[in-house]
């Protein structure tokens, strides 16, 4: 059965599609059959159209992101705010979909693990029903060693299998140095990379596919093609 891998964070704008998109071109870059998909967005639709572009029309936009609400607020209100309601059912009857037709699928959450998706349930819980592999991105920034450890702790709680937390941006101040040692005391078999801040000048495929060749090595690291 195809991998199923949930890229999630510590909180909203820790750089998850960054990661996400990078961790696609990589694999797709190295031969690996991925997909990757963002099952709900709110707000504008950036992320998703990003993700769409770096599949090569595998995939349509709807299938890259099959719920999306115009109101940026947490997926719950924004559904509910727009009269629908977001089932767990359905929403991982989408993701089987995609999982099907590829080796590796890559799921981007929408926040933090535990932001509300619909009712009573979040990110983790797709992780759980999928049995998915968990990659957490974090804002490397102060507060991040708090967020970082309890997003693991629920993780570790919960027996899934978290491969890797990737510090996104920074590494020029000296807390943002510091960070990786410290998240890394507590990390247990969870390893701890940084992806510097990236210039994403320009059109964004372009400028995904040239910041992976020259952090490829870091990338085979935290998403191991097998």
């Not at 090569?56 to 705010?81: G, H, Q």
């Not at 590796?104 to 349930?121: C, D, F, Q, R």
């Not at 507590?186 to 995904?208: C, H, Q």
Request: hydrophobic share 40%; net charge positive; proline share 3%.
């Amino acid at each position: 059965m195809s991998r199923v891998v949930l890229v999630t964070g510590t909180n909203t704008g820790s750089g998850k599609t960054i990661l996400t998109a990078l961790l696609l071109t990589h694999l797709r870059a190295k031969g690996v059959r991925a997909l990757a998909m963002k099952p709900v967005e709110t707000g504008g639709r950036r992320d998703a159209r990003l993700l769409h572009a770096l599949q090569n029309d595998e995939a349509t936009l709807d299938e890259t992101n099959p719920f999306w609400f115009r109101e940026a607020l947490a997926p719950s209100i924004a559904a509910r705010r727009a009269g629908q309601a977001l089932l767990k059912t359905t929403v991982l009857k989408h993701m089987r979909a995609m999982r099907d037709r590829c080796d590796i699928l890559l799921v981007e959450g929408a926040g933090g693990l535990l932001s509300p998706i619909g009712k009573n349930w979040s990110a983790l819980d797709l992780a759980k029903s999928l049995k998915a592999e968990v990659i957490v991105a974090a804002r490397n920034e102060l507060g991040v060693i708090n967020h970082a450890r309890l997003t693991l702790d629920r993780l570790r709680s919960e027996n899934i299998f978290t491969k890797s937390l990737v510090l996104m941006g920074g590494g020029k101040t000296r807390v943002q140095r510091e960070n990786n040692g410290e998240i890394g005391k507590y990390a247990g078999k969870t390893r701890v990379f940084e992806i510097l801040k990236m210039n994403l000048s320009g059109e964004w495929k372009r400028s995904i596919s040239r910041c992976e060749k020259k952090i490829t090595k870091t990338l085979a690291l935290i998403m191991p093609p097998r």
